[in-house]
């Protein structure tokens, strides 16, 4: 287990150290939050496949990520059952649980859904967003423009993700934010991330919808998501010569 990603990582992140709620105790409702350990296992893991830690098509060992986080087996079992329901994984008798690919195929429909439901996120979390939430946002944003300055694009991709999870969990939308979650492992995040140019516009893209955030105007919060959605969508059509013209 010595090269494992999971190694001497707990299943709670620094939102927890700085006082926060943990990716696992947040959720639409923080009053409802799931709490259980298969559920943080499950944020855990999610966090990892769209960074690209653990990469499409690798086998996810139960066993090894048990010890990795010094829990039961039981728990990661559990949270692999979860995520196959999503389907960040696909399960078999013969192989265990790998982790699924993106559709690319897909990714127009994909794009389409997206930037309705992660909209509709955006303009939930406007009207409900503590000082608190907004500072981890922007601390969330800050850290994505750190590790691409140190060229760690895991660790940028890690950060984006909390970035969006952390903003639409408080949304207080938890159907919304479940087909958000099924969306995210379809899209195929791994190429658009790898575009050149791409990490460096999500901050900015960000900075925009944070200025939408701190005035609590949930339209025009709604409208920097879906440009930022519509410009990764469009570098990713133009790059890689899939998918169809965003509207």
Do not use: C
């Not at 992660?118 to 979390?125: F, K």
């Amino acid at each position: 287990m010595a090269s494992s990603p999971l190694r001497s990582q707990n299943i709670r992140d620094k939102d927890e150290r700085r006082g926060e709620p943990s990716s696992a105790d947040a959720g639409g409702d923080r009053a409802s939050a799931p709490q259980t350990k298969e559920y943080q296992v499950a944020e855990l893991l999610r966090e990892k496949i769209i960074a690209g830690v653990f990469v499409r098509g690798q086998r996810l060992k139960q066993a090894e990520i048990a010890k990795g986080l010094a829990i039961s087996i039981t728990p990661v079992r559990e949270a692999l059952r979860l995520l196959e329901a999503e389907g960040y994984v696909h399960v078999s008798s013969h192989r265990g649980a790998v982790v699924a690919p993106f559709q690319i195929d897909q990714v127009g429909e994909l794009f389409d859904l997206r930037l309705h439901l992660e909209g509709t996120l955006a303009a939930g979390a406007a009207k409900r967003l503590s000082p608190e939430d907004l500072a981890l946002l922007e601390e969330l944003n800050e850290a994505i423009g750190e590790a691409l300055q140190r060229r760690q694009y895991e660790a940028v991709r890690s950060a984006n993700f909390r970035f969006h999870f952390r903003l639409y969990e408080r949304a207080g939308l938890p159907h919304t934010l479940e087909f958000v979650r099924v969306l995210w492992a379809r899209y195929p995040f791994d190429l658009l991330g790898a575009i050149p140019g791409w990490p460096a516009a999500s901050v900015d893209d960000h900075k925009t919808l944070l200025e939408a955030l701190r005035n609590k105007d949930a339209r025009q919060a709604m409208r920097a998501m879906q440009a930022h959605i519509t410009a990764g969508y469009r570098r990713f059509s133009a790059t890689y010569a899939v998918g169809r013209p965003a509207r």
